[in-house]
C-alpha cells in the first residue's frame, strides 16, 4: 500500500497515529477501532467563493449518511446506533468545506466522519469555529489552512455510549466530553499561523476566543503529535502559547470576497433609499447607523 502522508495533501505536515487511516478524495481520517469513530480528521480548506455563502441552505447538503465500509464491521458506526439517541452525527469534516461537487460533499456524510454531538453543541458553538475557520482562509496572506478536528475522552469522567442493541456485534459509541480543532494557516510569506481549540461537547455561551488553549496541551488530551512534519523551532513557540483569534477586516480578505461585500453594500444604499422614498417616516438615525456601517 503506498504511504498515504506521500499522497494525501492534507497529510503532508503529519497527524497523530491511528488505528486505521481512510484516505477520501479530499480529507483523511484516522479511524480509531476503539472508540468507533474518527480519532481525528484532517483537511485543507480551500480558497473558494463560499464565504458569503455560509449560512448554506439545508436543501444545498445531500445529507446522505452512511456506514463507511472499508470500516471491519465490527468497529463499523451505524446509522441505527444515532437514532433516537438524542444526539447530532456531528461533523468533524464540515460539509460546507467540501461543497463543490456531489461526490466531494456525500463523502463528509460517511459516518467515519461523525462523532455523537448535542444537538446545542453542533448548530451553534461548533457550526460557529467551521464559519471562523473558513473566514481566516479568505485572508489573502493565508495561502492554504490545514484543519485537524478530533474528539476528546476525559478517562477521569464516565463516558457513556449510544448504541443499536438489535445490533448483534453490540457495537455502541462512546460519546466524546469535547471536541479539538487544530488549525494551521499557511501564509504566503511562509510564516504559520496556529490556533488551536479545545470546547466541551455541550451548550456554550462564551466567545470562541474563551477556547484557544496550548497545542502542547490539547496534544495530550488527544494522544498524539500535531504538525510533527513542520521543522524548525518556530512551529515550537506556536505550540507553546495560546494562538490568537484571528479578526475578519475587510483589508485583509481576498479580491473576490472583498468584491461581493462591496456589491452588498451598494444593495444596501439602495434599499435605504427605497425606504426613505417610500415612507418619510423612517427612523433617520437606524439608516444613519446603516450608512456608518457601509463606511467602515
Known amino acids: 500500500m503506498d504511504?498515504?502522508?506521500?499522497?494525501?495533501?492534507?497529510?503532508?505536515?503529519?497527524?497523530?497515529?491511528?488505528?486505521?487511516?481512510?484516505?477520501?478524495?479530499?480529507?483523511?481520517?484516522?479511524?480509531?477501532?476503539?472508540?468507533?469513530?474518527?480519532k481525528w480528521v484532517l483537511e485543507i480548506i480551500k480558497p473558494n467563493e463560499t464565504l458569503l455563502d455560509i449560512e448554506y441552505a439545508d436543501?444545498?447538503?445531500?445529507?446522505?449518511?452512511?456506514?463507511?465500509?472499508?470500516?471491519?464491521?465490527?468497529?463499523?458506526?451505524?446509522?441505527?446506533?444515532?437514532?433516537?439517541?438524542?444526539?447530532?452525527r456531528g461533523h468533524l469534516a464540515a460539509s460546507a468545506n467540501l461543497n463543490e461537487t456531489d461526490?466531494?460533499?456525500?463523502?463528509?456524510?460517511?459516518?467515519?466522519?461523525?462523532?455523537?454531538?448535542?444537538?446545542?453543541?453542533?448548530?451553534?458553538?461548533?457550526?460557529?469555529?467551521?464559519?471562523?475557520?473558513?473566514?481566516?482562509?479568505?485572508?489573502?496572506?493565508?495561502?492554504?489552512?490545514?484543519?485537524?478536528?478530533?474528539?476528546?475522552?476525559?478517562?477521569?469522567?464516565?463516558?457513556?455510549?449510544?448504541?443499536?442493541?438489535?445490533?448483534?456485534?453490540?457495537?455502541?459509541?462512546?460519546?466524546?466530553h469535547a471536541f479539538v480543532k487544530s488549525v494551521l494557516a499557511e501564509k504566503r510569506n511562509g510564516e504559520f499561523i496556529l490556533s488551536t481549540f479545545k470546547i466541551d461537547n455541550?451548550?456554550?455561551?462564551a466567545d470562541l476566543r474563551t477556547f484557544l488553549e496550548k497545542t502542547y496541551d490539547v496534544e495530550q488530551y488527544v494522544g498524539g503529535r500535531f504538525w510533527d512534519r513542520v521543522s524548525g523551532g518556530d512551529l515550537h513557540k506556536h505550540k507553546e502559547v495560546k494562538g490568537e483569534m484571528w479578526i475578519r477586516k475587510e483589508e485583509m480578505l481576498g479580491p473576490w470576497t472583498q468584491a461581493k461585500l462591496s456589491s452588498l453594500k451598494e444593495e444596501l444604499v439602495v434599499d435605504i433609499a427605497i425606504m426613505r422614498g417610500l415612507d418619510a417616516s423612517v427612523d433617520d438615525r437606524k439608516s444613519d447607523t446603516i450608512e456608518k456601517i457601509l463606511a467602515s
Not at 9 to 33: K, M, N
Not at 131 to 146: D, K, P, Q, W
Not at 202 to 205: H, I, K
Open 103 to 176: 461526490i466531494q460533499n456525500s463523502e463528509t456524510f460517511l459516518l467515519s466522519n461523525m462523532s455523537p454531538q448535542l444537538p446545542n453543541f453542533n448548530r451553534k458553538i461548533w457550526r460557529d469555529l467551521e464559519i471562523a475557520v473558513r473566514e481566516l482562509n479568505e485572508y489573502h496572506s493565508v495561502l492554504e489552512t490545514y484543519v485537524l478536528t478530533a474528539p476528546v475522552f476525559d478517562f477521569e469522567k464516565k463516558i457513556e455510549v449510544i448504541g443499536d442493541k438489535d445490533n448483534k456485534y453490540g457495537i455502541d459509541i462512546p460519546i466524546p
Open 3 to 38: 504511504d498515504p502522508f506521500q499522497i494525501q495533501r492534507e497529510l503532508r505536515y503529519g497527524a497523530p497515529v491511528c488505528d486505521q487511516v481512510l484516505t477520501g478524495r479530499h480529507f483523511t481520517i484516522g479511524y480509531s477501532w476503539y472508540f468507533r469513530q474518527a
Open 202 to 205: 455541550e451548550e456554550q455561551d
Open 59 to 88: 436543501g444545498d447538503r445531500l445529507d446522505n449518511f452512511r456506514p463507511d465500509q472499508r470500516i471491519p464491521r465490527r468497529f463499523r458506526a451505524s446509522l441505527e446506533a444515532y437514532k433516537g439517541s438524542g444526539f447530532d
